[in-house]
């Protein structure tokens, strides 16, 4: 299966009762109003914290590769009363026809992409939909492998309707030296006494600040600050997640 097409079916239902927790609008309702709108979440997935924004006033769109996840978050921004332009697209294939004063991923969406080259072409269409003096945000996680112990054991929840969803990872590759790691799920919804199965292979590629400081270099972006999540200063190789800010870098003089 494409990595883009991982959320889709069951995993969405999944996704939305098995998420560990909430995201805390608050910094990305900052980022924006320091920042100017209008806004762009990038991989907003059924809505949050993009809706929150949209409630608190903020003018933001959303985008998102998978179309079940988009169609989520249209129904959960009808119910909550807000109206976000939410578009179905890649990041790295970003058309949408409109720049922004900020552009935002909310958590390390930016790992979901599954190899280098995705993730330069990724930057440079994050380049072509900032404004001039717009700036995108972009938290970053470099992940350990899955405590052997904890594969194949299953998380469970049942939702308001009485259906079980339960996630298992059963097995995993952890490449150092491709800085990739993948891990086969299995997904599953028992309602009425039937199970639907899915099984997916969840890919994280990970990037180290100089490296992906230099990849910011070659999509014409300059990196204004990095800071290391854990201890508020500047990440290390050693650093396990770390958030960067971006924004246009000037013309050189010869372009």
């Known amino acids: ?19 560990a927790s909430r995201f805390d609008a608050e910094p990305y309702i900052e980022f924006v109003r320091t920042h100017g709108e209008p806004a762009l979440e ?23 590769s998978s179309l079940d996840m988009v169609l989520r978050c249209r129904e959960n921004a009808v119910a909550r009363g807000v ?34 080259e995705t993730a330069a072409r990724a930057l440079r269409a994050i380049r072509t939909h900032l404004t001039d003096d717009g700036a995108a945000l972009v938290p970053l996680w470099v992940p350990g492998p899955t405590p052997t112990d904890d594969l194949g054991v299953t998380r469970a929840s049942v ?3 009485g259906v079980e969803l339960r996630y298992t ?10 800085r990739t790691r993948t891990t086969s799920c299995r ?15 969840w890919v994280i590629h990970w990037h180290a600040p ?18 290391d999540d854990d201890t508020g200063g500047p ?21």
């Open 42 to 64: 990038v991989g907003c997935g059924d809505g949050e914290p993009l809706l929150d924004l949209c409630a608190a006033g903020l003018d933001a769109d959303g985008v998102d």
């Open 187 to 201: 997904y599953e919804r028992v309602a009425g006494g039937e199970t639907e199965v899915a099984d997916r292979e």
């Open 235 to 255: 990440p290390t190789d050693a650093s396990v997640g770390f958030t960067v800010l971006v924004r246009r870098a000037a013309p050189t003089s010869g372009g």
């Open 210 to 227: 100089g490296a992906f400081r230099s990849m910011c270099d070659v999509a014409g972006l300059e990196v204004v600050h990095m800071v």
């Open 83 to 116: 109206a976000p332009r939410v578009v179905h697209q890649r990041v790295e294939d970003l058309a949408i026809g409109r720049r922004y004063a900020s552009i935002y991923l909310a958590g390390p969406t930016f790992t979901l992409l599954p190899d280098d």
């Open 159 to 161: 939702d308001r309707a």
């Open 1 to 19: 299966m494409d990595p883009a097409d991982f959320y889709s079916g069951i995993v969405v239902d999944a996704y939305a009762g098995l998420k």
């Open 169 to 178: 990872p059963l097995t995993e590759t952890y490449d150092r030296e491709r």
